[in-house]
T-cell receptor, first 112, second 113 residues
Framework: SQKIEQNSEALNIQEGKTATLTCNYTNYSPAYLQWYRQDPGRGPVFLLLIRENEKEKRKERLKVTFDTTLKQSLFHITASQPADSATYLC???????????WGAGTKLIIKP | DGGITQSPKYLFRKEGQNVTLSCEQNLNHDAMYWYRQDPGQGLRLIYYSQIVNDFQKGDIAEGYSVSREKKESFPLTVTSAQKNPTAFYLCASSITREQETQYFGPGTRLLVL
């Protein structure tokens, strides 16, 4: 069955450093992959989308890579700030239907 | 302000009771979705609607029902047949089903008394 894995353990990073989150998937050939941010008790907010034929996407301090051979996406936040602390979700969609399959998310904690 | 609103923020259900969660959007989006979020799990799709008066079951539709009588509104009813309803419920919309970005409401937390 299709499966998406994100690190279930919280990631603690010192302010100013680069945070890197991982999203691995199996039994799936996604047309694209998205990253969302979710704060406690709130709905997810869209951050970035990367397509299967793209290797890398950037937006301000955010960078996403997509390796379809490794079946992995990496999400980087450079010059991290305490305000970046949140749970980050990855979601994949196939090209035969548009249903998103979601990872459970990784909690990121940026320490001052 | 454009966006998605959900109400109530918290909802308590008694045994055997049906409850309805509200979702309204003023983004003029055709597609709307209901997800359930449980601790340690990814979002799971309950129902989605691509257009008014049409909706489709998602992966976990049993014990839930929806309607889409207006473009702006997509209420979710949690019926007494749903034996484990305690969860965080999220409503989302996108311009169309094929448009990738989904916009989420603030969520409703449903608790069983």
């Amino acid at each position: 069955s299709q499966k998406i894995e994100q690190n279930s353990e919280a990631l603690n990073i010192q302010e100013g450093k680069t945070a890197t989150l991982t999203c691995n998937y199996t039994n799936y050939s996604p047309a694209y992959l998205q990253w969302y941010r979710q704060d406690p008790g709130r709905g997810p907010v869209f951050l970035l989308l990367i397509r299967e034929n793209e290797k890398e996407k950037r937006k301000e301090r955010l960078k996403v890579t997509f390796d379809t051979t490794l079946k992995q996406s990496l999400f980087h936040i450079t010059a991290s700030q305490p305000a970046d602390s949140a749970t980050y979700l990855c979601a994949l969609a196939g090209d035969s239907n548009y249903q998103l399959i979601w990872g459970a998310g990784t909690k990121l904690i940026i320490k001052p | 302000d454009g966006g998605i609103t959900q109400s109530p923020k918290y909802l308590f259900r008694k045994e055997g009771q049906n409850v309805t969660l509200s979702c309204e959007q003023n983004l003029n989006h055709d597609a709307m979705y209901w997800y359930r979020q449980d601790p340690g799990q990814g979002l799971r799709l309950i129902y989605y609607s691509q257009i008014v008066n049409d909706f489709q079951k998602g992966d976990i539709a049993e014990g839930y029902s929806v309607s889409r009588e207006k473009k702006e509104s997509f209420p979710l009813t949690v019926t007494s047949a749903q034996k484990n309803p305690t969860a965080f419920y999220l409503c989302a919309s996108s311009i169309t089903r094929e448009q990738e970005t989904q916009y989420f409401g603030p969520g409703t937390r449903l608790l069983v008394l």
